[in-house]
């Protein structure tokens, strides 16, 4: 262990305290950095919408077939199991719409993820998102804009993405939230 301090005395890095929780808008790149993040700390990855997707298949058939409410049911009852786990965390964009997921993350490490309607437009090409099927980037820009404040209201950390490579968002985040698991 090297010696930050000064002291002459090694210290262990601090515990990275899990778990982390992302949220964000739709391609800020919850998925790909929390991934990453959690490969760079040695803890499991958790992506609600994933976990969705493994037990009630695509979400763009979920809201075709049982609109958006059912989809918010469904999606709490994953990201209230997925909070308990000890990892890295990616909420889907819209999860923080529940109440009880807000209570949850006030007591929780929470990165806010941003990014500019510029750069997150190229990054949602192709994409399957059934909320930007009608309206592409200036429906984005208007759910962004209705959820900015939430999203604020919750975090611990915000860092925007625009122009930051995944490493160093992974850096930055472990960074504040201290040291190594
Ligand atoms: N820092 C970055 N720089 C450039 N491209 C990025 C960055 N982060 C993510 N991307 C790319 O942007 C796209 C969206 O990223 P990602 O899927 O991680 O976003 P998300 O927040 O999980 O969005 P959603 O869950 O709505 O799909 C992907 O193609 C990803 O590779
Ligand atoms: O922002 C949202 O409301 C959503 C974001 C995605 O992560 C998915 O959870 C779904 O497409 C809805
Ligand atoms: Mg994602």
Known sequence: MSDA??????????????????????????????????????????????LI??????IDQIFAREGEEYFRVVEREL??????????VSLGGGSILHADTRADLADLAVVWLKVSAEAVAARLAGGNRPLLAEGGIERWIAIQAERAPVYASLADLEI??????????????????????
């Not at 209230?80 to 890295?88: C, G, H, Q, T």
């Open 53 to 58: 997707e493994a037990r009630y298949g695509p």
């Open 5 to 50: 301090s000064g002291t002459g005395i090694d210290r262990p890095a601090p515990a990275l305290g899990l778990p982390i929780v992302l949220i964000g808008p739709m391609g800020a790149g919850k998925s790909r950095v929390g991934a990453r993040l959690a490969a760079s700390v040695g803890a499991p990855f958790v992506d609600t919408d994933s």
């Open 160 to 181: 925007d993405t625009s122009r930051r490579s995944v490493a160093r968002l992974v850096d930055t985040i472990t960074d504040h939230f201290g040291g190594t698991r």
């Open 79 to 88: 990201v209230a199991e997925a909070l308990r786990e000890e990892a890295v």
